[in-house]
């Protein structure tokens, strides 16, 4: 099993729509959870981070994390052409120890909003 | 504040040769990490520094090494190139809530 798992994409979505991308973890003791957009050719840009359960909202994009499911998720509401991107889940491990500087990244979900 | 920055941002090289890339972090950071992302087999871990220490370390072979210097910069070296180390390099510097991780352009390194 992969440490960071992300739904299979590539997502496809029409523009206006709901985008959902979606990212479980293995490590129950993981502390924080990254979401990062990575256009072709760029390196990652941090959308936004969440550390507690339920749901954290910054402008279109909303965080949702349930730690009993070790499940965090990214919804992109009113999706747009400029969206279009790969999104990277990433999870923090535990505090200190063998964690330091150490993000675990999924494999990405290519979204692709079309006009 | 400037964002992270890395030299060189593209590096051709031949199999056996080594390489350094260079990083300079978000000013007050004193962490960085270093990854590297390839189509296959996405962002991995190479490792971290924290105060001129290497705290954290991946599953890389030897080859690839690196350092921090007082003033937080940091550099990576991989010696000794193989085909397979071709890949973008990417620095990341750590601050802020939650320790969050701020990614620099990367070096796109092409090992022939």
């Known amino acids: 099993q992969k440490e960071v798992e992300q739904n299979s994409g590539p997502l496809s979505v029409p523009e206006g729509a709901i985008a959902s991308l979606n990212c479980t973890y293995s490590?129950?003791?993981?502390?924080?959870f990254f979401w990062y957009r990575q256009y072709s050719g760029k390196s990652p840009e941090l959308i936004m981070f969440?550390?507690?359960?339920g749901d954290k909202e910054d402008g279109r994009f909303t965080a949702q994390l349930n730690k009993a499911s070790q499940y965090v998720s990214l919804l992109i509401r009113d999706s747009q052409p400029s969206d279009s991107a790969t999104y990277l889940c990433?999870?923090?491990?535990?505090?200190?120890?063998?964690?330091?500087?150490?993000?675990?990244f999924g494999q990405g979900t290519i979204l692709t909003v079309h006009p | 504040k400037a964002g992270v920055t890395q030299t060189p941002r593209y590096l051709i090289k031949t199999r056996g040769q080594q390489v350094t890339l260079s990083c300079s972090p978000i000013?007050?950071?004193?962490?960085v990490s270093w990854y590297q992302q390839t189509p296959g087999q996405g962002l991995q871990f190479l490792f971290e520094?924290?105060?001129?220490?290497?705290?954290n370390k991946g599953n890389f072979p030897g080859r690839f090494s690196g350092r921090q210097f007082s003033n937080s910069r940091s550099e990576m070296n991989v010696s000794t190139l193989e085909l397979g180390d071709s890949a973008l390099y990417l620095c990341?510097?750590?601050?802020?809530?939650?320790?969050?991780?701020?990614f620099g352009p990367g070096t796109r390194l092409l090992v022939l």
């Open positions: 000013s007050g950071h004193r962490s």
């Open positions: 520094y924290f105060s001129e220490t290497q705290r």
């Open positions: 990433a999870v923090n491990g535990n505090a200190g120890g063998t964690s330091y500087g150490k993000l675990t």
């Open positions: 969440i550390y507690s359960n």
């Open positions: 990341a510097s750590t601050g802020g809530e939650l320790e969050t991780q701020y």
């Open positions: 490590d129950r003791g993981s502390q924080s």
